[in-house]
T-cell receptor, first 114, second 113 residues
Framework: NAGVTQTPKFQVLKTGQSMTLQCAQD?????MYWYRQDPGMGLRLIYY???????DKGEVPNGYNVSRLNKREFSLRLESAAPSQTSVYFC?????????????FGPGTRLTVT | QQQVKQSPQSLIVQKGGISIINCAYE??????FPWYQQFPGKGPALLIA?????SEKKEGRFTISFNKSAKQFSLHIMDSQPGDSATYFC????????????FGTGTRLQVTL
């Protein structure tokens, strides 16, 4: 079991460029999430997907779009990158079933926008 | 609007000492309170979690204390070790569709020899 995988690990973009961050999980989890992590701000939810075919906005969705391609894959797209989107991006998945609501995180993508 | 406030921002503890990290929340609908541990260059991983109907949960050297009336919970690391040096995040679950977690801002713990 690979768990949650993310590609790429590192990326440098110029302002205005676009890119897609890929995420896949092999744990048959229903729910998937995209977070960004910035110093002193913790993890902030960008978008989430409760099940295949559904997506919802989180706390900081502006400037991002997502696609839940199938149960395994959940991608995050930056259409026109801005320096404010420089961050570390984490994908997570969860079975979303009690009694544990554990979220399993990927290794992250470090994105720099110049 | 920060719904989960975490303190301190950083903490230095000697080996063998007790590390204590505190969190306070506002939303009384939160129904699950996990702590995540993150090592540099890695994603966060679940350390320990508690539900609001329990006042304390212990797993090895890690204990969560939960005070529902004060809307506060804390992580205690007993006999802290250098290998515990990491960033710790508290979180709270919003009930409803998908397990949405609201995270605190994190505490960077350094355990010195």
């Amino acid at each position: 079991n690979a768990g949650v995988t993310q590609t790429p690990k590192f990326q440098v973009l110029k302002t205005g460029q676009s890119m897609t961050l890929q995420c896949a999980q092999d744990m048959n989890h229903n729910s998937m999430y995209w977070y960004r992590q910035d110093p002193g701000m913790g993890l902030r939810l960008i978008y989430y997907s409760a099940s295949e075919g559904t997506t919802d906005k989180g706390e900081v969705p502006n400037g991002y779009n997502v696609s839940r391609l199938n149960k395994r894959e959940f991608s995050l797209r930056l259409e026109s990158a801005a320096p404010s989107q420089t961050s570390v991006y984490f994908c997570a998945s969860s079975p979303d079933r009690g009694p544990s609501y554990e979220q399993y995180f990927g290794p992250g993508t470090r994105l720099t926008v110049t | 609007q920060q719904q989960v406030k975490q303190s301190p921002q950083s903490l230095i503890v000697q080996k063998g000492g007790i590390s204590i990290i505190n969190c306070a929340y506002e939303n009384t609908a939160f129904d699950y309170f996990p702590w995540y541990q993150q090592f540099p260059g890695k994603g966060p991983a679940l350390l320990i979690a508690i539900r609001p109907d329990v006042s304390e949960k212990k797993e090895g050297r890690f204990t969560i204390s939960f005070n529902k009336s004060a809307k506060q919970f804390s992580l205690h690391i007993m006999d802290s070790q250098p290998g515990d040096s990491a960033t710790y995040f508290c979180a709270a679950r919003n009930p409803g569709t998908a397990s949405k977690l609201t995270f605190g801002t994190g505490t960077r713990l350094q355990v010195t020899l």
